[in-house]
């Protein structure tokens, strides 16, 4: 996150320099901001995944009856 807000300032920084290209820096600053997901570790979605949320569904269920919905 601190790389996003840096970059943030440096750009804010560049708009007072003389001759910049203030459109182009404004869009940067209103860009997205780009991830690479490539490397990330990818996860199955398993029986066991599955039974798993299941169990926990229940337990929320459960817990309404108890507690009352919040939901709406």
Known sequence: ?????????QRLEQLEDPGVEVRAIQESLLAQPKYNAGNRKRNKYTKEVDKRLVEILKEETRKDRLFGSTHK
């Open 1 to 9: 996150m601190s790389k996003y807000w840096s970059e943030y300032k």
